[in-house]
């Protein structure tokens, strides 16, 4: 049988750990990387501080993520979320929409380029159910 979590228990572990975003004093937010298979940064972005609301239904909804320059070309394969020290919070894979990775990215291709421009739409923190 798969554990399970009520609501007010997810949004719960989910506030812990979007919380920690923002935690940390050596940069004014916290981060999302984007790095190849081989854990080599394509890319930082800036997340907002705070850097998400409060969790609802079990998630918490990313504020702004600011755009960020393409430093690396590659193929996008993981992320991780860090605190403002730059220290990780959570990590995970990356795939195409319908892919199943922790973070789905729209298009076609998880291709980039150095010096294009990246830019995050959105980003949801979903907690265990």
Do not use: W
Request: hydrophobic fraction near 35%.
């Amino acid at each position: 049988m798969t554990m399970t979590h009520p609501v007010a228990n997810r949004n719960a572990i989910v506030d812990l750990i979007v919380d920690k975003c923002d935690e940390g004093s050596d940069n004014a937010a916290g981060a999302l990387v984007i790095m190849d298979s081989d854990s080599n940064t394509l890319v930082t972005h800036d997340l907002s501080n705070p850097a998400f609301g409060d969790a609802a239904s079990g998630q918490a909804t990313a504020d702004t993520i600011t755009d960020a320059t393409v430093s690396t070309s590659g193929t996008a394969a993981k992320f991780e979320l860090q605190d403002r020290d730059r220290d990780t919070v959570a990590s995970g894979t990356i795939t195409v929409s319908g892919g199943g990775g922790d973070i789905e990215a729209g298009g076609a291709t998880l291709a980039m380029t150095a010096g294009q421009t990246s830019s995050i739409s959105s980003l949801i923190y979903n907690g265990p159910a």
